[in-house]
């Protein structure tokens, strides 16, 4: 297959993808209203350790992550504004999957692992909270509901990109820390998937 082609297949998914992820934002609005307020976020490709922002829609830094340059461990703390550390992200290899653990500062803790990545739309429970993922996980389109099934959170994108910028649209301000732990470990898990299936195409058009 020539590079031609496989970039009009990768057209292809990604229009697939956000057209899922339209209809899911759409439902969203449509179920739950407006939220509160919005976060954003970007995901930018190719860096593991680099510094994540959420910023408000003033574009001020209201939390970033500070990461080990030990890839295997996978340990990213997030930081407030004022420099106060508010979750601690691990992820650990458990069986044949990784586990990717988050602590909050207040003791809470829960995991979410790398079997979310299967189906595009899809349903994922956060294990120790009793909230549920529904969307599509791969393009971070997606709505956080509580064990009650009330809207949390919902992520949403306009486009697939290099740098992509990413709305949090807050339902519940009482839980703004946990949504924005549980959005940057999902970025995590995604550039680490994205690294591996780099590293492996080079590795076979090396061969």
Not at 9 to 31: F, M, P, Y
Not at 63 to 75: E, P
Not at 173 to 179: L, Y
Request: glycine residues 6%; contains cysteine.
């Amino acid at each position: 297959m020539g590079l031609f082609d496989k970039l009009l297949k990768l057209g292809e998914a990604v229009e697939g993808i956000n057209e899922v992820a339209e209809d899911i934002s759409r439902e969203t609005v449509e179920d739950y209203g407006e939220p509160v307020y919005c976060l954003y976020t970007a995901l930018e490709l190719g860096d593991l350790h680099r510094r994540i922002d959420i910023t408000d829609d003033q574009n001020n830094v209201k939390y970033f992550t500070k990461s080990s340059i030990i890839a295997i461990t996978g340990k990213t703390d997030i930081m407030d504004a004022e420099g106060n550390v508010i979750a601690h992200l691990e992820k650990r290899p458990v069986s044949l999957h990784e586990k990717h653990f988050i602590t909050m500062a207040d003791g809470r803790q829960f995991t979410l692992s790398n079997e979310i990545f299967h189906v595009v739309k899809d349903i994922t429970n956060i294990e120790g909270l009793g909230w549920q993922l529904q969307g599509n996980i791969i393009g971070l389109h997606f709505n956080l509901l509580d064990e009650n099934s009330e809207p949390v959170a919902a992520v949403v994108k306009k486009a697939v990109s290099i740098h992509d910028k990413y709305q949090i649209g807050i339902y519940k301000p009482e839980h703004e820390q946990v949504v924005v732990a549980i959005v940057i470990q999902l970025e995590k898990m995604l550039e680490a998937r994205r690294e591996n299936e780099s590293s492996s195409e080079l590795s076979f058009t090396s061969n």
